[in-house]
């Protein structure tokens, strides 16, 4: 399949990428941070100790917040008991964050065991007050009939509800829905329509779906043109999907110029990535390739692999101790 379904394992996290940067840095008068969010920095000491007076005082910003330097040992020492204790109590007072962190807790089974009882609990409790992330979660867990039955019926009243209240990744999932015919009749028109929301914040797996709309020519005039630039803008956001569907159309030569280098390059990447349709077709094309295109294509994936781990935050010296939860 062409296009892809985000099936969130944390709050906001998708399938083995985030959906959404959420601002979770452990500083005051911040927006609560979620445990799903992937550019979280240390906090510093005096941040730490002003967040435990706040909590120790009763105050469920902070101690969600508490919760989430506990949850990944940012500026103090990691401890999934010490997370859920200040998730829970922040949860009890009714803050809607807090609620949605401590489901994904119970989801993930950091809490002191895996529950999904306990995840849907929360999520409920959450989307009821709203939240986006939480009725998100929902939708993905009666989808995926992940500790309860599979109804996508149901997934879809949630992942609506998310997408209104402007989640991407339920506006990508219900684009989805009406791609492929799930829970309601095949709309191309509104696919595009909730995929284009999608893409607008930014979630690339927003933008590789809008090229299979454009390369099949789904709702839309076939335009391998356009395909190639929205798989071109999900390729280099690191979508294995769309680096195997960029690197499909340079070895087909539509929408952009036939170059089996280009093409290398991105099979490369979506092998490298475990695409195994990427690594069957990548010898196919390196079994046609003259020599001097092999060299090229071998320095481009050389440079590319350089330049992506110069930019991994992981090996960066300003945060060696980065957690990004997958």
């Not at 985000?6 to 008068?29: D, E, G, H, Y």
């Not at 007072?93 to 002191?112: H, I, K, M, S, T």
């Not at 989808?143 to 209104?164: L, P, Q, T």
Request: with cysteine; glycine share 8%.
């Amino acid at each position: 399949m062409k296009s892809i379904f985000l099936s969130p394992l944390f709050a906001v996290a998708i399938l083995t990428l985030p959906a959404q940067r959420l601002l979770s840095q452990v500083k005051p008068n911040l927006p609560a941070a979620s445990i799903a969010g992937d550019d979280a920095q240390n906090a510093a000491p005096q941040i730490i100790e002003d967040l435990q007076q706040k909590a120790e005082a009763g105050d469920p910003l902070a101690e969600n917040n508490l919760g989430f330097a506990y949850a990944f040992g940012r500026g103090i020492e990691q401890n999934y008991q010490q997370a859920a204790h200040w998730f829970t109590l922040a949860a009890n007072a009714g803050f809607a964050p807090a609620q949605v962190n401590l489901g994904a807790l119970y989801e993930r089974g950091w809490a002191e065991s895996r529950d999904m009882t306990l995840a849907i609990r929360w999520y409920r409790a959450a989307a009821a007050q709203g939240d986006p992330l939480a009725e998100c979660k929902l939708g993905n867990i009666y989808h995926a009939g992940r500790g309860a039955s599979r109804d996508d019926a149901e997934a879809a009243i949630w992942y609506r509800k998310a997408a209104e209240h402007g989640n991407a990744v339920a506006q990508n999932n219900l684009g989805s829905f009406y791609h492929h015919g799930v829970a309601f009749a095949r709309d191309y028109a509104k696919a595009l329509f909730w995929y284009r929301k999608a893409a607008a914040q930014g979630l690339a797996e927003a933008d590789n779906n809008l090229g299979v709309m454009y390369e099949d020519g789904l709702g839309v005039e076939k335009d391998y043109h356009q395909a190639a630039a929205f798989y071109a803008e999900a390729a280099n956001q690191g979508v294995t999907r769309g680096e195997y569907n960029l690197a499909t159309l340079y070895y087909s030569g539509r929408g952009v110029p036939l170059d089996y280098v280009t093409a290398y390059l991105w099979y490369s990447r979506a092998a490298a990535a475990g695409d195994g349709t990427a690594a069957r077709v990548l010898k196919q094309l390196a079994g046609i390739m003259t020599p001097r295109q092999k060299e090229l294509a071998q320095a481009r994936v050389a440079e590319s692999q350089a330049a992506s781990l110069s930019e991994d935050p992981a090996h960066s010296p300003f945060d060696p101790a980065r957690t990004n939860p997958k």
